[in-house]
């Protein structure tokens, strides 16, 4: 009876190493999953819902699913705060679905601020090709780590931290985003937190901040502006 339950021990220890080793690899994973063919561009429209999408029928791709020309010129319409954000991911290039990268090209006219945000699926690597860029990221003991970057300069954000970029150079500035992922997904703080929808109840924000809620009304009734 002592020989069975040591044999259920033993058993049990070797399956618990096995699951651990399998698991620990999926645990550090924060990244896209892998393709399982060589390519499998998106079909947008299909009604089938799955993670990620499903692929367009690959009898009817050609050369040109795999190119895209939206960086050509510059863009024109710049938001709030001074950015005009382009977005290459795969819902703009939908060959990018399963392969798991995306890019974000970014504008800054002076002063323009790409404000406080989250990617909650992907590391960033940002790269400034023109002017001068405060960039910051937040760490989860809350120090701040920052550069002022110019071009040719590189700094990189972990995944789902909060970041933001500041143009504190005196023209435009340009940068280039590069993401670990096919859609790594953007939460402003300030929008999310402010200008939700519905709005997020003020006892919570008068709370959270230690403010009393005319400053919170204030904050919502500009907060709105942000919402992109
Ligand atoms: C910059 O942080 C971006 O997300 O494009
Ligand atoms: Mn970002």
Redesign the pocket.
Known sequence: MQNMASYNVIHLVIWLTFLSLVQLPMRSHCADPGPLQDFCVADLNSPVLVNGFPCKNPANVTSNDFFFDGLQKLGTVFDALNVN?T?VDVFAFPALNTLGMSM???QFHPGGE?PP?I?PRAT?L?LVTEGKLF?GWVSTAYTLNWKILTAGQVFV?PPGLV???LNVGKGNAL?Y?F?NSQN?G?SKIAPALFASTPLIPDPVLTTAFNVNKTIIDLIKSRASVLIP
């Open positions: 954000l977005e974000n090209r970014v790409n945000h990617h960033e940002s960039v954000i970041h933001f970029q940068f985003a993401f790594p953007i």
